[in-house]
């Protein structure tokens, strides 16, 4: 068996795409309770791994659920409701949620050592606002795709290559690269350095598309699938060298010179997410299923990402101004901002169609019972395998492939 098949028990389900897509989400929330003193050792560890995979992969993951989706959809009906299931909760948050957050940092007193808020900024929610840009990309692609013969080209340079998965993960990699440094230069010569923080996501956003539009060649064809996911010595290997480079860079040196800094962390964001998407999309297919708590917080992922940076950071400048110990603010703000916003999910998003048409973009559901297999997306981001047998205990060979996943990221 390939590394791109499996052996599924009814009811049969991918789970690991949609567990993984939550996870990339929710890892914010750690990620978010850095702010402010990212110098500390934990707290950079936990950036740098944090921008070396984790929204990269998320955005690698969107475009292969998009490229999937328009295998079975009308390309503008699908842009239509993505401008709306992903727009309306972006402007919503942006109007009502930014100003919330500017609000608490303005109020921060001085002993919280907090920078004051920069006018517009769009702090966390700056993906939302890429997802957005990308779709038209996705209408692109799938274009593409139906008139030049775009897959079978890249499908003809995985046979003949030696080595095939080692030169898509580094072409992946300079695919990204170069957009990146190339509007870092821009924002370095055109933009001042108070709106300097916030349009370095232009960088991310720039620069993730060929990583997310990669996503999309890997919907469409099952041979790049397999050569992305098929061995592990090439991703794990790119990824130890990001990780030595990272130690050598901030823990070895004694005095780090800015320039090689940068460069670091924006070659790091580069090369660190198509190969840990290629791990990661290798463990998706290991997840036969998911305990029922997890299957909620991944529904409840979307809402607890837009809800928990307020509460983070409401939390963090009252714990650093009692105790001037950003640790002990570090260790509150995670489970304090996880539990307020799931519990705003479930009790309160749930149960408003209002407030879940403006968080999520559709009216929400509860979950229903676990036995459709119609494969059609089933309210709770599980990926459906249409046609699996409905017998209990019955196996079935699934390829992971547009009709194992017809679903779309929210």
């Known amino acids: 068996m390939t590394a791109g098949t499996f052996v599924e028990r009814s009811p049969a389900r991918i789970e690991g795409l949609s567990t993984w897509r939550a996870m990339l989400m929710l890892m914010g929330i750690v990620f978010h309770a850095t702010c402010w003193h990212e110098g500390h050792p934990l707290f950079q560890g936990i950036v740098l791994a944090s921008s070396t995979f984790r929204m990269g992969c998320f955005f690698?993951?969107?475009?292969?659920?998009?490229?999937?989706?328009?295998?079975?959809r009308a390309p503008h009906a699908w842009l239509r409701q993505r401008i709306v299931r992903i727009g309306i909760p972006a402007l919503f948050?942006?109007?009502?949620?930014?100003?919330?957050?500017g609000l608490l940092l303005d109020a921060a007193p001085p002993t919280a050592f907090i920078p004051r808020p920069i006018p517009f900024d769009w702090y966390h929610l700056?993906?939302?606002f890429a997802l957005v840009a990308y779709a038209p990309l996705t209408l692109l692609l799938h274009r593409l795709d139906r008139t030049t013969g775009m897959v079978a080209g890249v499908e003809r340079l995985c046979r003949i290559l030696p080595g095939a998965q080692t030169w898509v993960l580094?072409?992946?990699?300079?695919?990204?690269?170069?957009?990146?440094?190339?509007?870092s230069?821009?924002?370095?010569?055109?933009?001042?350095?108070?709106?300097?923080?916030?349009?370095?996501?232009?960088?991310?956003?720039?620069?993730?598309?060929?990583v997310y539009g990669f996503g999309f060649l890997l919907a469409r064809s099952a041979l790049l699938r397999d050569t992305m996911i098929g061995r592990v010595t090439a991703p794990v290997a790119i990824l130890m060298l990001i990780a030595a480079a990272y130690i050598w860079q901030f823990a070895i040196l004694p005095m780090p010179v800015r320039a090689w800094t940068n460069a670091t962390l924006v070659i790091g964001a580069a090369f660190g997410p198509p190969a840990a998407a290629s791990l990661i999309l290798r463990s998706a297919l290991a997840i036969r299923s998911v305990p029922p708590f997890v299957q909620k917080l991944a529904d409840a992922s979307f809402t607890?990402?837009?809800l928990h940076y307020p509460i983070i950071v409401a939390i963090k400048i009252a714990l650093v101004s009692a105790t001037r110990d950003p640790?002990?603010?570090?260790?509150?703000?995670?489970?304090?901002?996880?539990?307020?916003?799931y519990a705003a999910h479930r009790r309160i998003v749930l149960r408003s169609p209002r407030l879940g048409f403006l968080l999520n973009g559709r009216v929400l559901e509860r979950r229903p019972a676990r036995d459709d297999l119609s494969g059609e997306h089933d309210g709770s981001g599980g990926l459906l395998l249409p046609g699996a047998p409905r017998t209990a205990g019955t196996a079935s060979v699934a390829r992971f492939g547009p009709t194992a996943l017809s679903s779309e990221i929210n």
């Open 60 to 72: 690698l993951i969107s475009g292969l659920l998009g490229g999937y989706a328009l295998r079975r």
């Open 93 to 101: 948050a942006y109007a009502t949620i930014t100003p919330i957050i």
């Open 126 to 128: 700056w993906f939302l």
């Open 170 to 183: 580094l072409a992946v990699a300079l695919a990204s690269l170069v957009p990146m440094v190339l509007v």
């Open 185 to 210: 230069w821009m924002l370095d010569q055109w933009t001042s350095t108070t709106y300097r923080a916030p349009l370095l996501q232009l960088r991310l956003i720039a620069g993730y598309a060929p």
């Open 304 to 306: 607890m990402y837009l």
């Open 327 to 341: 640790g002990i603010a570090f260790m509150c703000a995670i489970p304090v901002a996880a539990i307020l916003s």
